[in-house]
């Protein structure tokens, strides 16, 4: 993701006051460390913990540094934060896994954390659960479990795919939020007229346009049959996945021309610079914002399609989080640091400082949060059944550059294409990968 | 021992990358996880995902160009600055200026001109309007050909240079006497320079035929090698360098690529022992 354009509240709380805070350490529960602090240890700091992070952009790092400082200064555990870009991160996953992993990594929620910790390459973290189970939903905890019914993720932070626009724009041309699929074609027309594009669109990536889809078929067919879809339960023939093609379809004209060659940053600028009424994006939108020009951002559900899932209002809403290693070198050391992350003050110090994410964990402190974090907040309490991410709820491989991204691709190139066999081929598709 | 180092980091692997690519696995556990699949991977090739027919057409297509018309250029500009010239010092900066960037920064430069609505070429034509817009990148019918365009701007004055030098290398009493034989510009060109260039010539295919089925980068910071700029060399990665991997498929496709390029290695060897033996 391209660097962050916010400025941000200057300097952090570093550690400089370790004296007065030993105390505190007693909340958390770092009985284990004593064991880890080795022989001979003359008051020593303990063996500094391993954390793999992929937060790499100069905002996410920065909140994270906060996060460890904060964690270091109430258990006098040092971490080492080894940071790597996220798309390399991602690319060396299953290398770096098998290798000598980091005691703790940043990783993310549903089948994408299944994949691994089914394989065995991650460890299991339901103890860490019993403790932090009250800070979370239900959705975050199965968000976490794999196949074994156990989880291996720890909930960090979160963000909601929804529509978002600029308040000043919409107030000085009169626009009011669509409730349903005909009134934002009501409105789509009208911002046409009035000169503006009605949604930003930008795909160059390949992954956008799953966040489309995403919310067509959770809208049209249901949360239950989008996961089953996603994990090779159902068929791509199905004449239900036809139907979110063909309203997709009906929608496309509305969108910005040329989104394969856009990327989704110049496509939230073009809404945030009043070219385009609005866009169906993640919150990450806000990132190619000013602060101020975020303020006036505001955010509303996908529109209603008239189905009995409308009830449901599903959304994504993504959740990343931190993962054990299967062997970590600091078992103790790790537990206290999970159960920290996981919890509201960590989760608090780090939206306090990136102001496009919000917490997972339902007490964290949001009285510091921004009205577009707010809003996002009332965005995910409000849905019924929450979906992570085309890419995050189906196989790795299917969703990959050459895979779904790809074929995607084939639909927004040609969108008047043969949708039988098209859907033929996603499914034969998913059938090689067996 | 020289011969040694080869065999074990050149050959063996690429003996195992055929040997995998007639098995499954996803990168995941030992030797023991790997299923053999017969030709499994290479019926893959075309099932679903149109993906590997879209990358041959396209290294094919990005070899004729080069071949065709980026490498010619490259040796007109050559001649044309071996004459000296008044700025030859000037054409040959700008020439060169584009060889010394990676092809991943030359990516980076020219999505920044074929950006849709911010862009400088869309910009300069007029066409960054919804109702016109064209979009250089994202259309797959001409993405491929505005990628070859930034490569070629780099290819031209690479073979420039590598031609200017040998050039400047053939002993210019030659061309005098050709001259003073009656001989034209062209025809001085054609019957004493380009025979007696024949060592740098076979450099120049050898190099343009490696630049084609080696090229990457540039595709894989513009979108990762999808939606019309597939490439072999960028489906292997995907496949391979991959959340969950495809080692199998992936290596597949390197066996198709690794084919294509025996071949002009392999006419390349022949024509070499066929001069060594007469």
């Known amino acids: ?434 | 021992m020289p011969l040694l180092l080869v065999v074990a980091f050149i050959w063996l692997p690429t003996l195992a990358c055929v040997a995998l690519s007639f098995t499954r696995w996803d990168g995941i556990g030992g030797l023991a996880d790997i299923q053999w699949v017969g030709l499994r991977n290479y019926e893959d090739l075309f099932v679903g995902q149109p993906a590997f027919g879209r990358a041959l057409h396209n290294n094919v297509a990005w070899l004729l160009v080069l071949v065709l018309l980026a490498t010619p250029l490259g040796i007109l500009f050559a001649v044309l600055l071996d004459r000296r010239l008044r700025g030859s010092a000037f054409y040959q900066s700008a020439l060169y200026m584009p060889v010394v960037l990676s092809l991943a920064l030359v990516g980076f430069i020219w999505q920044l001109q074929y950006s849709p609505e911010q862009g400088f070429i869309n910009n300069l034509l007029g066409t960054n309007r919804q109702d016109n817009l064209i979009d250089w990148l994202g259309n797959r019918d001409i993405n491929i050909w505005a990628v070859l365009v930034a490569a070629g701007w780099r290819h031209v004055g690479y073979i420039t240079l590598i031609y200017l030098a040998g050039l400047r290398s053939v002993d210019p009493t030659l061309r005098e006497a050709a001259a003073i034989d009656g001989a034209g510009e062209w025809q001085a060109f054609r019957r004493v320079t380009w025979p007696v260039m024949r060592p740098i010539n076979v450099v120049i295919v050898v190099v343009t035929v490696i630049e084609a089925l080696r090229a990457f980068d540039i595709v894989y910071v513009i979108n990762r090698g999808q939606n019309g700029l597939e490439l072999l060399s960028v489906l292997v990665a995907n496949s391979i360098l991959a959340e969950a991997g495809r080692i199998g498929y992936g290596s597949a496709v390197a066996t198709v690529l690794l084919t294509m390029s025996l071949v002009p290695i392999l006419l390349y060897m022949r024509r070499a022992f066929r001069q060594d033996a007469a």
């Open chain 1, 1 to 434: 993701m391209a660097p962050s354009a916010e400025d941000l509240p200057g300097g952090l709380t570093r550690r400089q006051f370790l004296g007065g805070v030993a105390g505190t350490a007693g909340l958390l529960a770092v009985g284990g460390l004593a064991a880890c602090s080795g022989p001979g240890a003359t008051g020593t700091a303990p063996p500094a913990l391993t954390l793999g992070s992929n937060y790499s952009d100069d905002v996410p790092r920065r909140a994270m540094q906060a996060v460890v400082d904060r964690f270091s200064e109430l258990t006098d555990v040092p971490v080492v934060v080894n940071t790597v870009a996220p798309q390399a991160f991602q690319d060396r996953i299953s290398a770096y896994l098998q290798g000598t992993p980091d005691d703790v990594f940043t990783w993310f929620g549903g089948q994408r954390m299944r994949f691994f910790a089914d394989q065995g390459l991650a460890g299991d973290v339901s103890g860490v659960w019993s403790s932090i189970a009250a800070h979370h939903t239900e959705a975050a905890r199965q968000a976490s479990t794999a196949s074994d019914g156990n989880q291996y993720l720890v909930p960090f932070i979160t963000y909601p795919w929804v529509m978002i626009y600029r308040q000043s724009v919409w107030r000085e041309m009169g626009y009011e939020q669509p409730a349903t699929l005909d009134e934002l074609v009501v409105l789509a027309e009208r911002m046409r007229a009035d000169g503006l594009v009605p949604l930003a669109f930008g795909n160059r990536e390949g992954w956008p346009a799953m966040g489309t889809f995403d919310i067509l078929n959770l809208r049209l067919n249901g949360h239950d049959f989008h996961l089953a879809l996603l994990e090779g339960r159902e068929q791509w023939t199905d004449k239900r996945v036809r139907r979110v093609f063909e309203t997709w379809r009906d929608l496309l004209p509305y969108h910005q021309a040329g989104a394969l060659g856009r990327t989704w940053q110049e496509a939230a600028r073009s809404m945030i610079a009043g070219e385009a009424g609005m866009i169906y994006l993640a919150t990450f939108a806000g990132e190619q914002a000013s602060e101020e020009e975020r303020d006036d951002l505001r955010l509303f559900h996908f529109p209603l399609l008239g189905t009995p899932y409308d009830d449901e209002l599903a959304l994504d809403a993504p959740i990343n989080g931190f993962m054990l290693s299967p062997r970590p070198a600091q078992p103790g050391a790790a537990r206290a640091f999970l159960e920290f992350v996981g919890g509201p003050e960590a989760q608090g110090i780090f939206v306090a400082q990136n102001p496009n994410r919000i917490a997972v964990a339902t007490d964290a402190d949001t009285s510091g949060y921004t009205s577009f974090q707010r809003q996002m907040a009332q965005v995910i309490g409000e849905a019924g059944r929450l979906a992570q991410f085309f890419d995050r709820d189906t196989r790795p491989d299917f969703a990959g550059a050459n895979g779904m991204q790809g074929l995607l691709g084939d639909f927004l190139h040609e969108p008047d294409l043969e949708l039988g066999p098209y859907l033929q081929r996603i499914q034969d598709f998913w059938d090689s990968l067996g």
